[in-house]
């Protein structure tokens, strides 16, 4: 193990270092990000000897834990064979075909073709291009229209946060680019409290055809969407809302796109979300659990249906990265789903750890601040309110809770995300019973301590 010297580190950190998604001015006040150095299974330390339950797996990544041995090995023996090449001229490479055959047979049905990118941004630019060159060809350029929600993530790139719905991104660039329209979300705790179930899924379902024929389905490429919102606050969809969704697709003639940058890989209890949901897109953006983190690399999973089209009447698809399937990625990426696969994390999720995690996190029904739980396999939020039965918000935190409520949780040992005024849970698909109940019992102390805080801020 290095040692390193932490405050420099920090220091430079403010004065070279620009980190993704943060507030430099912040940055600078604190002196400097926290330094990450070392992690094993579920645990990630820093370099002030913290250890911390990583109740994110990284950022929704690493489903296979921290210090898997074989992946490094992989990656070393692929960059003694061949450390890179590229996919422009003609060629390819054993891993990135190898892994391309192996995402076809977990994916099924038509979903017979991948493309490759390095990250899930990148995957849904890959989608924006391909959906609308497969309309262009067929002689319908006029569809260009992309149908998303409101608070969806689809990455950061000019396209992904356009096709996103988070209205604080959208400032930054001067977006969305053209061509996005964005519908309600499937948030029953937030625009569907004390709604019948059933009524909800189809109100929200509804909006997405509503916006078809206002724009006209002539002008509507696809819609978009991840099977559980997991940046914009674990949005598990309503019973039956999916299926409505993707009747609605067919009804219209256009396409479906699951996007399941967080969801694949074992992360519900099935390898894809769409398969927990039963239901079949046309195209799924992939990410993350790909390589559980450990090197970039993303995939497009695309339905034989549109490569048909494109193999036909497309011509040359001009698009793609210098590092579309780069075999230490791809390499890395085979190795970690046959250790999924080995060690049956997909089935774990489904019948051991996720029923667990579900339960775990009904002990927290009866804290005075939370409003709400919900999980689906390893993915769970806990909703922040200010009034036990309903969904008041604090109001003068609103929006700041779950920040308030993680920091807490992080200074006591355990790694979650806040969003909005609630605290987000995704931790890697081999944490144990016992590590469940330290993450529980993390947040039941961090919700008693910040609670005077909390009622604080909503007498001002």
Known sequence: MRNYDIPELRKLDVEHHLPAQANYGE??????????????????????????LDGMAGLWCVNVGYGRDELVQAAAQQMTELPFYNTFFKTATPPTVMLATKLAGLLGGKLQHVFFNSSGSEANDTVMRMVRHYW?????????????R?????????????????????????????????????????????????????????????????????????????????????????????????????????LLVVDEVITGFGRL???????????????????????????????????TDVVKVLR????????????????????????????????????????????????ALKRLNDDPLVGEIRSLGLIGAVEIVAKKGTNERFTGAEGKAGPIVRDACIRNGLMVRGIRDSIVMCPPLIITHAEIDRMIEI?????????PTLRALKAE
């Open 312 to 359: 036909e009447k497309g011509g040359e698809f001009v698009h793609g990265y210098t590092y579309s399937g780069h075999p230490v990625s791809a390499a890395v990426a085979l190795k970690n789903l046959e250790i999924i696969e080995r060690e049956g994390l997909v089935q774990r999720v489904h019948d051991d750890v996720g029923p667990y995690f579900a339960n």
């Open 443 to 451: 947040i039941a102390k961090s919700l008693r301590e910040v609670e």
């Open 136 to 148: 262009s060809v067929q002689g319908q350029p006029n569809r260009q229209i992309f149908i998303s």
């Open 269 to 303: 209890g099935s390898w894809f979300g769409f398969q927990h949901f039963g239901i079949q897109p046309d195209l799924v953006p992939m990410a993350k659990g790909l390589s559980s983190g450990y090197l970039p690399i993303s995939a497009v999973g695309v339905s």
């Open 150 to 254: 409101w608070n969806a993530y689809h990455g950061s790139t000019m396209a992904g946060a356009s096709l996103g719905g988070m209205k604080h991104m959208h400032p930054i660039g001067g977006l969305p680019i053209p061509g996005v329209e964005h519908v309600m979300q499937p948030y029953a705790f937030n625009e569907g409290f004390g709604e019948n179930e059933d009524e909800f899924a189809a109100r929200a379902a509804q909006a997405i055809e509503d916006r078809i024929q206002k724009v006209g389905p002539e002008n509507v490429a696809a819609f978009i969407g991840e099977v559980v919102q997991g940046a914009g606050g674990v949005i598990i969809p309503p019973r039956g809302y999916w299926k409505r969704v993707e009747q609605i697709c067919r009804k219209y003639g256009i």
């Open 27 to 52: 940055i600078q006040a604190l002196g400097g990000s926290r330094i990450i150095t070392r992690a094993e299974g579920c645990t990630i330390y820093d370099g002030d000897g913290n250890a911390l």
